[in-house]
């Protein structure tokens, strides 16, 4: 393919993603929907043409790794620990803690009711789905009140790291139950420790470095730091996960004598730039994965009745068991957050990495984009409903 033209697709993929950002905030249509209806319609197109974009089955998850790491790091970046938040963050931890159990084995369910698969296969490929995505709510919720909107934010990061570390428990290789436990609970222990130990000294290199050119290779860094830890089977993404919330609230860990080692007088500003990096590389790599997740589907699947019914499936058990973990952490009204709740990049990034033993047989390929885009829907129609009613009682107000 020549090189201009290259240039000229991917520029353009991103510009088109950037409109696509500025009508979802309009419209509150996710910009995941058009982001894959765009990458069917590519596949339309250069299958008409005979032509085919190589290497999608290493692209894809390479893509959905890094976008996880970054989005995982803004959501740290964008979490605040300080002014008595503590009651609140551990409500939402609950919160994300009980709905992804309650999804998960409701899910499982499902899977083993319909497709006779047994219980424990059928649990790890429910978990992907058991997961809401940050990604996808936190954009979308930025019209409601500063408390509903705090809450997303807080729950679905959460969401996102506890799937993901519930996920590694299940699939991790170990002998007995009370073995893997005891890994995971070792394996956690050493990240956190060479967490804090990254958290100093990345500190200390944001407020020391003079180069023109210093974020990216502390983002390169914590790839390199999550890819070991991967290696070796450890919960490597709670270490990108401290290390956000570390540079976030650095005055509740370096105090006194620490503050010169650690910081100077423009660490704020080097923070905000270090955030606005992290959502512009973020919004990339999520511009580029769920394009490609788009082109990666045969559109004949998202015709297949069977995957349409279990997804509405999924899709009732997802808003059913987010109703019973809201009622139970939370009090008042639960719209709309009762239905934001949308699948996206952590799903499908942990659907692809479930390893082939432990894949249910018979799981229809339609099913995980169509639960993307029910759930993202139904979550729009929630938002703008919400709103539109919210505008109609204070203009009735006398």
């Known amino acids: 393919m020549d090189t201009s033209l290259l240039i000229i697709m991917l520029s353009s993929s991103v510009l088109i993603s950037y409109g696509f950002d500025l009508v979802s905030s309009r419209t509150k249509l996710p910009s995941v929907v058009l982001l894959l209806a765009t990458g069917v319609a590519i596949r339309q197109v250069t299958d008409y043409f005979g032509v085919a974009i190589p290497y999608v089955n290493v692209i894809l998850p390479t893509l959905g790794t890094l976008g996880l790491i970054l989005i995982v790091l803004e959501g740290g970046l964008d979490l605040e620990l300080s002014g008595g938040k503590h009651k609140f963050i551990l409500r939402t931890l609950a919160a994300a803690l009980l709905g992804i159990l309650l999804c998960m084995f409701v899910i499982a369910g499902i899977f083993y009711i319909l497709l006779g698969e047994n219980f424990y296969n059928?649990?790890?490929?429910?978990?992907?789905?058991?997961?809401?995505?940050?990604?996808?709510?936190?954009?979308?919720?930025?019209?409601?009140?500063?408390?509903?909107?705090?809450?997303?934010?807080?729950?679905?990061?959460?969401?996102?790291?506890?799937?993901?570390?519930?996920?590694?428990?299940?699939?991790?290789?170990?002998?007995?139950?009370?073995?893997?436990?005891?890994?995971?609970?070792?394996?956690?222990?050493?990240?956190?420790?060479?967490?804090?130990?990254?958290?100093?000294?990345?500190?200390?290199l944001i407020s020391r470095i003079t180069h023109h050119v210093k974020y990216l290779p502390i983002i390169?860094?914590?790839?390199?730091?999550?890819?070991?830890?991967?290696?070796?089977?450890?919960?490597?993404?709670?270490?990108?996960?401290?290390?956000g919330l570390f540079i976030n609230n650095t005055e509740l860990f370096v105090r006194g004598k620490l503050k010169d080692y650690f910081k100077n007088d423009l660490f704020e500003h080097e923070l905000q730039q270090f955030k606005n990096?992290?959502?512009?590389?973020?919004?990339?790599?999520?511009?580029?994965?769920?394009?490609?997740?788009?082109?990666?589907?045969?559109?004949?699947?998202?015709?297949?009745?069977?995957?349409?019914i279990v997804s509405i499936l999924l899709l009732l058990a997802i808003v059913g068991t987010r109703y019973l973990s809201l009622k139970a952490t939370l009090k008042g009204d639960l719209k709309p957050i009762l239905y934001v709740a949308p699948r996206g990049l952590v799903t499908v990034l942990l659907?692809?990495?479930?390893?082939?033993?432990?894949?249910?047989?018979?799981?229809?390929?339609g099913i995980l984009m169509l639960t993307v885009i029910l759930t993202s829907l139904v979550m729009m129609v929630a938002v703008v409903s919400y709103r539109h009613d919210q505008n109609e009682e204070s203009e009735n107000i006398p």
Not at 228 to 242: D, E, F, N, Q, T
Not at 287 to 305: K, P, Q
Request: charged share 10%; hydrophobic share 55%; net charge negative.
């Open 122 to 204: 059928a649990m790890v490929t429910a978990t992907p789905f058991a997961v809401i995505s940050s990604a996808v709510a936190i954009p979308s919720v930025r019209g409601l009140d500063a408390m509903r909107r705090e809450f997303v934010v807080y729950e679905s990061s959460l969401s996102d790291i506890l799937g993901l570390m519930l996920f590694n428990i299940l699939v991790i290789p170990a002998g007995s139950g009370w073995e893997t436990a005891v890994q995971f609970f070792k394996s956690t222990i050493l990240v956190v420790i060479i967490s804090v130990i990254c958290c100093f000294v990345l500190l200390y």
């Open 220 to 243: 390169s860094s914590l790839f390199i730091v999550y890819a070991v830890g991967k290696m070796y089977h450890l919960s490597s993404l709670l270490a990108i996960l401290v290390f």
């Open 277 to 308: 990096l992290t959502a512009e590389s973020a919004f990339i790599i999520r511009t580029f994965f769920f394009l490609i997740f788009g082109y990666s589907t045969n559109i004949s699947e998202l015709a297949d009745i069977d995957a349409w």
């Open 351 to 365: 659907f692809l990495s479930i390893p082939p033993q432990y894949l249910v047989v018979g799981f229809r390929d």
